[in-house]
C-alpha cells in the first residue's frame, strides 16, 4: 500500500524553500509531456524522486527484477537510491566522440562514490568534419533531434531522478539541452573538450581541421606551397601532410567553431561547470571535472536545480552575448531558437540583432583570426573571459547554475585574464564594435538570413547573382576553376539546401573555405542551407522561405544584382538580369516568375531523412521537428 506521503504528491510538485508556485515556475506544460509523478523536493535522503514510483514496494515487481539483473546490489539501494542517468555522445571513428565513453565511465565511478545508482547509457552523432561535402552532411542538423529525442526517452521511460550529458561534436551539444529541457530534471553537462593543436613541417606552421579544406582550395587553384623554397615536396605531398596530422587526437576541432561556440555559451548560461568549456579534451581539468560532476550533479537534486530553472532569457542573452564577443558560429543561431523552443523561451531573431548591435567582437580566433581554444585555456579560459564581462557589464552574473552557486560566484576566484595576452581584446580596441552576426531581412529573405560579418571583408558587397541548385555544383565548379577573379563580384547562391530541401541543410564548409584557400575575394556565398563555425568571409546562410518552398531564393536568376549590407541588415536583389529596378517592379518581377516556378519534387521519400523533412520548421525558428499541436 502507497504512504500517505506518496498519495499526496502531485506531479512536479513545488519544493519546500522555493518562492515560485507552480504557476509561475517554467515547467513542461500539462497536454504536451507527460506529467509524471514526483516526491517532494526538499528532502536530502529522498532524492528517488522519481524512481521512487517504480521502485518502491511491490507495485512494479518486474521493473525491480530488471534493475537487480543490471546491476543493484541490494534491496536498501533498490528503495533509497536515486538513478542518474549518464549520457554519453559516444562513438568511435570521430576525434570528438572516441574519448567520450572513458569520461562518461569516470563519471559513472564518482556518481556510485556518492551511493547512487549511475546508468551509462549512449546516443549517437555525427561527424561535421567526415561527412562534410559528401552526402552524408545531410544527417548532421537531424542528429541533433535524434540525440534530444533519444535521451529524452531513456530518461522518461527508465524513470532517472537526473541526467548527466556528455556531447563532443557540434550538433551533441544543443541535442543534450534540448532533452533536459524537455525532461527536466536535474542535470549536469560536461563537454567533452577541445583537440590539441596540429602541426605541418612542410607548411611550418600550426594547423587544423579547416586548413584541410582551405588548402584544397589553394591545391585546385595551383597555390598549394612548401614554407620551403627549396623543398622538393609536392602540392600532393603538402596535402598529405596536412591530412596526417591537422588531427592530433581526441577532441573538438579547436578554433571558435560551432562546437566550441555551444560549450562556451552552455557555460555561460551556467548549465556545466566553470571552466568546462575550455578544458582541453586530454587535460588533467577534464578528468577532474568528470569527477567534480557527481557532487553538482547531487546538488542540483538536494536544492531541486533544474534545467528550466536555469534555461531562461536571461541566461540565453549571456550566451549571445558571449557568442558575439568571441566570434562565434551562425549556427549558434540556429541552436540558441531550439534550446528556446524546447525550454519555452521566447527568443527570437530580434533579439540576435538587438544584442549584436550592443556588443563588441573581441576575440582574435579561429575561424577569421589566429588563435585557438587551447590558447585561450592556457591564459585563463572560458571563465577569466566570463570574469572580465560580468565586471564590465556585458554578462548577467546573477544567474544561477548548477553549482548552486550564482554565475558570478563561480568565477569569483578564477584568475582574471593575463593583461598581455594576444587572444581577447580590450574593450576599448575591439576588432570590430558590434556583433559579427547580423540577421538580415529583405526582398530576397522576407523571413530572415543570418549572416557572419568579422568586418574583415568589409560591411557591404553588391554582385551579380549566379545560381547552383545544389552545393555539389557550386564544389564542381570550383574544382573546375570555373570561377575566377576576372568575372567581377559574384554572389554564388546554393539554393535548395534548407532543412526541408537539402534535406538536412547542408553545411558548406568546402567551398568556403576552397574560395578562400583560392584566394577569390570577388564573392560572397549565399545560402538556404548552412555554413560551418569554420566558415569565414562574406557569407550568408539560414535563408527563408527556402528555395523547396518556393522563397525568393529559387526565384533569382543568373546575372540578377544582389546587395548584402551589414550595417542596415539588408539583404536585397537591387536589379533583375532584364534591367528592372525599384522595389514595386522587383517585386512584380518575382511574381511572376513565381508563377512558373515549379516545386522539386521531394528527394529522398523514405528514412530518416524523409522523416525529417515532413516534421522540421523553418531555420528562422530554429529548424525544430517538435512544434507542437496534435497528430490527429
Sequence with gaps: MASNQDKAVAPDAVPAGHTTTNSDRNLPKEGE??????????????????????????????????????????????????????????????????HLLDLGQKVKKAVEREKMLAWQFNTIGVSDGITMGGEGMRYSLQ?????????????????????????????????????????????????????????????????????????????????????????????????????????????????????????????????????????????????????????????????????????????????????????????????????ANSADVDLSL??????????????????????????????????????????????????????????????ADWPSLDPDQKIIRPLTDPIKSQGHIRVLYGNFSPGGAVAKITGKEGLSFTGKARCFNKEFELDTALKNSEITVEQGNQVLIVRYEGPKGG???????????????????????VTDGRYSGASHGFIVGHVVPEAATGGPIALVKDGDLITIDAVRNRIDIIKTVEGVEGEEEIARVLEERKKVWKAPVMKPTRGALAKYARLVGDASHGAVTDLGGSAY
Excluded at 505 to 521: D, R
Design 33 to 98: 509531456y507527460i506529467q509524471w509523478r514526483t516526491l517532494p523536493a526538499g528532502n536530502p535522503d529522498q532524492l528517488n524522486r522519481w524512481s521512487h514510483f517504480l521502485t518502491r514496494e511491490h507495485e512494479f515487481p518486474g521493473a525491480q527484477a530488471m534493475l537487480y539483473g543490471a546491476g543493484v546490489p541490494n534491496k536498501d539501494m533498490m528503495k533509497k537510491a536515486p538513478h542518474v542517468g549518464i549520457a554519453t555522445v559516444w562513438w568511435e571513428g570521430n576525434p570528438c566522440n572516441t
Design 503 to 525: 534535406p538536412g541543410m547542408p553545411e558548406q564548409l568546402k567551398a568556403s573555405a576552397a574560395i578562400m584557400g583560392a584566394g577569390l575575394t570577388n564573392v560572397a556565398l
Design 143 to 339: 542528429s541533433r533531434e535524434i540525440i534530444a529525442d533519444s535521451i529524452e526517452t531513456v530518461t522518461c521511460a527508465q524513470h532517472h531522478d537526473a541526467n548527466i550529458s556528455i556531447p563532443g561534436c557540434d550538433k551533441n551539444m544543443p541535442g543534450v539541452i534540448m532533452a533536459a529541457a524537455r525532461h527536466n530534471r536535474p542535470f549536469v553537462m560536461i563537454y567533452g573538450g577541445t583537440m590539441r593543436g596540429g602541426h605541418s613541417e612542410l607548411l611550418d606552421r600550426p594547423i587544423n581541421i579547416v586548413t584541410c579544406y582551405e588548402a584544397s582550395g589553394a591545391y585546385t587553384y595551383g597555390r598549394l606551397k612548401p614554407a620551403c623554397p627549396n623543398s622538393k615536396a609536392t602540392p600532393s605531398d603538402v596535402m598529405d601532410d596536412i591530412e596526417q596530422h591537422a588531427c592530433p587526437g581526441a577532441g573538438a576541432c579547436g578554433g571558435m567553431y560551432t562546437a566550441n561556440t555551444m560549450a562556451t555559451a552552455i557555460e555561460a548560461m551556467g548549465l556545466t561547470a566553470p571552466g568546462s568549456s575550455s578544458f582541453p579534451a586530454s587535460s588533467p581539468e577534464k578528468f577532474r571535472e568528470c569527477e567534480k560532476a557527481a557532487e553538482y550533479i547531487k546538488i542540483c537534486m538536494e536544492k531541486d536545480i533544474r534545467p528550466r530553472d536555469l534555461l531562461t532569457k536571461a541566461s540565453f542573452e549571456n550566451a549571445l552575448v558571449l557568442t558575439m564577443i568571441l566570434g562565434g558560429s551562425t549556427n549558434g543561431v540556429l541552436h540558441y531558437l531550439a534550446m
Design 350 to 411: 530580434d533579439d540576435i540583432n538587438r544584442v549584436s548591435a550592443k556588443t563588441p567582437f573581441l576575440a582574435d580566433m579561429a575561424p577569421s583570426g589566429r588563435y585557438y581554444m587551447e590558447d585561450l585555456y592556457k591564459v585563463g579560459g572560458t571563465p577569466a573571459v566570463l570574469k572580465m564581462l560580468i565586471a564590465a557589464g556585458y554578462i548577467n552574473g546573477t544567474i544561477p547554475t548548477i553549482t548552486g552557486k550564482t554565475l558570478a560566484e563561480n568565477v
